[in-house]
């Protein structure tokens, strides 16, 4: 099993890394707070990962912060999340606020994901409400700069058709220039405008 990956950043987007380790580009499916942690393309980098294997897959799930790891684990072990919506989970909500949600049985927090339902939300919170004590974790901080374009991607990759995301994304840019500035607050807002 791959563990772990130290290397050059080859290519990155939204939900994606390619990691270059020793000559070997790895696929690495990532969620939005590790997009907006990775360095710039060139630069190294370290991932935690999850193999996922199937009969007629094997993929790669990276994360920069071990806590979001052990997170996206224990998503997974819930009936009904696989591990796609598992990263698209920890990519709509902060790790933190998700844990909070769980915690606190918010089940509209939960649904406003792309691919929770109502009923997904109440199985989430009923088999991971007492099972994340030692869930704490700092927020990562973002060294993504700004792009508009990005953040269109991962709202369309979340699920959100294209021009309501566009739609979303411009509308956060009106209500705060700023924004467009970061892409983590860009995406924020962007995920709340939509709403």
Do not use: C
């Not at 791959?2 to 050059?8: D, F, P, S, V």
């Not at 993929?59 to 698209?88: M, P, Q, W, Y």
């Amino acid at each position: 099993m791959i563990a772990h990956l130290r290397g050059r950043v080859f290519a990155k987007q939204p939900n994606q890394v390619i990691l270059d380790v020793g000559g070997v580009g790895y696929d690495v499916a990532i969620s939005i707070p590790t997009f907006t942690a990775l360095p710039a393309e060139g630069a190294e980098a370290a991932l935690f990962i999850y193999t996922h294997v199937r009969e007629d897959a094997l993929a790669l799930f990276g994360f920069l912060d071990i806590n979001e790891k052990r997170l996206f684990e224990k998503l997974i072990g819930v009936s009904g999340i696989g591990a796609r919506l598992a990263i698209t989970v920890l990519s709509g909500l902060p790790p933190e606020r998700l844990v909070a949600a769980i915690r606190g049985q918010d089940h509209a927090t939960l649904t406003r994901i792309p691919g929770i339902g109502k009923k997904t939300a109440e199985r989430v919170v009923l088999e991971l409400k007492d099972k994340l004590e030692d869930m704490a974790s700092a927020p990562m901080a973002s060294s993504a700069g700004p792009s508009g374009e990005d953040v269109l991607s991962a709202m369309v990759n979340l699920g959100y058709p294209r021009p309501a995301a566009q739609k979303a994304v411009e509308t956060a840019i009106e209500r705060d220039a700023a924004a467009a500035r970061d892409f983590e607050s860009l995406f924020r807002a962007a995920m709340a405008a939509i709403r």
